[in-house]
Each structure stands twice: as structure tokens, then as C-alpha cells.
């Protein structure tokens, strides 16, 4: 039987307290060799806590730690196949772009004939090759951060930590390296384990996110499972956003269920809770907006709603519509596909249409 290969990092209850405040709760996870993975969540939840103990810098004060199927605790810091990426970039003023990007394998005494050949070669890959000359005070804040992926992985490790890499570039010149960076890391073949508060730059890069609240893993998943069907309140509305209604059964069958609401009775895909109360999510572009009184052919569209237009907010591509209904907020969004004028305008009543399969009964 062909033996399959170690996980690129492997935890099993991690634990990390400072006095009285656990950073991380017995975090268990499995990151598999070559996977783009994000811990995803907002400052304070443990994800650059997790980072460092990966990294070397810090200690755990329980659970275990194995990075390619050895025990982290028996790797000093400088001897773990993991680098690491900066938001702060953390060059060396001194130094031009190429002895930057060589600092580490001098370190290792690397022979200079291969330090020139991998050299050339990463900077080729991130190419800064045209900057090779130039100090860090001369290169701008995306350039910064080319060479220092470009230092980061010409060491070959076999897991790749970022830590926020992209968060203080403009929003532009983050989108153009958000996409050159999941290119990089399918060109590699490196683990990247990145960490993000930014909830689009997850789901664009990753193949797996672990999104983190108060030191634990709140849901784990692939970026259109944990999209599509977040399982708590938290997830639903930290990944995207959400509206969120409270209900009970009425009534079930074996595909739908309908749920008594503020709204009315919403029928919803999938089978009935068997708790007494819920919470439905439903994600904004879910939502259709009908003109008032419209109907199909031989009967009304599923879950119909009344509302009231409250605020309009437009944001290019799309319109964002905050609504009242009864005693409910919903939120729906919009694509801007025509030209002329047709948005809806705050006073206005609209019907809605909350499609039975986009209505996510979540776990608590």
C-alpha cells in the first residue's frame, strides 16, 4: 500500500494563553501539501497567534504541533522548512533588491554559484529582475512586497506563512497582487498558509478557509461551501453579509419545510430543524426584487414580501438597498447592468422574492 504524504501542518488541540486570556482554545487542523489556506477573522481571534507558533516564535502551552509529520517541539525556529512574509515587509535598508532577496541563503552558506542561479531564478518569477540594483527607498510599496516573497521563497520551504502581506497597499494594487499571488502559489507548489481579516481576499485566494473567532475554528470549508452555507450567525455575516430572520416550524414535508415569521410563512429547502425556534440567513443578491403586484403564469412567485425601500447606497457595479419589513431589515444588492436610471428610490414598496433553497437555517 503506497503511503500518502504528511500533512504540510498538522494540530490537534493548540493551545495558547496570555494570563488570563486564551488566545488560541485546542485548535485542531489539517492543512494538506501544496494547498492555499487562510485564517480568516477579525484582530484578537488567534489567527496571527496560530502563525507564530507555526513559524518558531512563540510556544504553545498545550496541544501538539507537526509540520510535514514532525513534531514542531523538536524544531528550533531556524531549522523549520517554513519562512515567513510580513506586512511590515521588513527589508534591509542597506541592501539592494538582489542581496535582500540572497540574505538568507548566505545565511545557510550556500555555495554562490547557486545563490546566483536561485536568485535569478526567483526574481525572475516575481519579476523585480529590472530592480536588482535598487534599495528598498526607491521601490514602492508593491515592489516592497515582490522582494520580500521573492527572499521568503527562495529558501524552498515547503509551508509559506503570510501574515496580512497585502494590507497596507491601495485597494487597487491589492487586487493585482491578490491574483499574481494565488498564480505564484500554483506555480510553486508551496503550502501558503496566509492570514487575512479581509473577507474577499479569502475567498479569491483560498482552496481552503478556517474562519476564526475567540481563539477557536468557527467553520472550516472550501470559500463557496462556507459562502453558500455558513452553519452560525458569526460566519454568515463576518463572510459577506447576511440578513437574518427568526422562526418556527409550522409545518414540514421531506424536501421543505415552512417557517412561521415576522415576514409570514417562507417555505425553505431542506428538512426542519427539531429545535422549538431558528434563525434563517439569506445572503443580499439572493434576493428579487419585483415590481409591486407582479405575478407569473398560474401562480405567485415563493415567499413573497412587502417592504419598504429605506436607503439606497450605490457602489459602482452595484446598488446596495437597505429595506423594512414589518418588523425585519433586510439588505439586498443589486448588479448595474443598464445604463439608464431604473434604481429603486427610498420610500418606495417593492415585493421581494426570498427563494426557498437561498434561505440558510443556521445552527445557532
Do not use: W
Not at 492543512?31 to 510556544?59: M, N, V, Y
Not at 498558509?193 to 475567540?214: F, G, K
Request: aromatic fraction near 4%.
Amino acid at each position: 500500500m503506497r503511503n500518502l504524504p504528511h500533512p504540510a501542518i498538522e494540530t490537534v488541540d493548540l493551545t495558547r494563553r496570555f494570563g488570563d486570556v486564551t488566545a488560541l482554545d485546542r485548535v485542531s487542523l489539517s492543512i494538506q501539501p501544496g494547498e492555499f489556506f487562510s485564517l480568516l477573522g477579525p484582530s484578537g481571534c488567534g489567527k496571527t497567534t496560530l502563525l507564530r507558533l507555526i513559524a518558531g516564535l512563540d510556544a504553545a502551552d498545550g496541544g501538539t504541533l507537526r509540520i510535514d509529520g514532525v513534531e514542531a517541539a523538536l524544531m528550533p525556529a531556524h531549522q523549520r522548512p517554513v519562512n515567513t512574509v510580513f506586512q511590515s515587509y521588513a527589508l534591509f535598508p542597506h541592501l539592494d533588491v538582489r542581496n535582500n532577496v540572497a540574505f538568507g541563503l548566505r545565511m545557510k552558506k550556500v555555495a554562490p554559484a547557486e545563490i546566483d542561479r536561485r536568485v535569478n531564478d526567483v526574481m525572475a518569477v516575481v519579476e523585480i529582475g529590472p530592480l536588482a540594483d535598487r534599495r528598498p527607498s526607491q521601490l514602492s510599496g508593491g515592489q516592497k512586497q515582490r522582494v520580500a516573497l521573492a527572499r521568503a521563497i527562495v529558501n524552498e520551504p515547503k509551508v509559506l506563512l503570510l501574515d496580512e502581506p497585502l494590507a497596507a497597499l491601495d485597494l487597487k494594487l491589492r487586487k493585482q497582487l491578490q491574483l499574481e499571488l494565488r498564480n505564484l502559489q500554483r506555480r510553486l507548489g508551496i503550502t501558503f498558509v496566509y492570514v487575512t481579516h479581509d473577507q474577499e481576499e479569502a475567498l479569491v485566494l483560498s482552496d481552503r478557509i478556517a474562519v476564526m473567532r475567540d481563539g477557536r475554528i468557527e467553520q472550516l470549508g472550501d470559500a463557496r461551501a462556507l459562502y453558500e452555507r455558513p452553519r452560525t450567525r458569526f460566519v454568515s455575516q463576518f463572510l459577506g453579509s447576511c440578513s437574518l430572520i427568526e422562526g418556527r416550524t409550522r409545518s414540514s414535508s421531506d424536501q421543505t419545510f415552512v417557517a412561521q415569521t415576522s415576514l409570514g410563512d417562507l417555505t425553505v429547502a431542506g428538512t426542519a430543524p427539531q429545535r422549538a425556534t431558528f434563525t434563517l440567513a439569506i445572503r443580499p443578491e439572493k434576493i428579487r426584487v419585483l415590481p409591486l403586484g407582479h405575478s407569473q403564469i398560474g401562480s405567485l412567485p415563493a415567499n413573497r414580501v412587502r417592504a419598504r425601500v429605506d436607503q439606497r447606497i450605490y457602489v459602482g457595479s452595484e446598488t446596495h438597498y437597505e429595506l423594512g419589513a414589518g418588523a425585519e431589515r433586510l439588505r439586498v444588492e443589486t448588479m448595474n447592468r443598464d445604463t439608464q436610471d431604473s434604481d429603486l428610490v427610498p420610500g418606495q414598496d417593492v415585493d421581494l422574492e426570498l427563494p426557498p433553497n437561498a434561505l440558510i437555517l443556521l445552527d445557532d
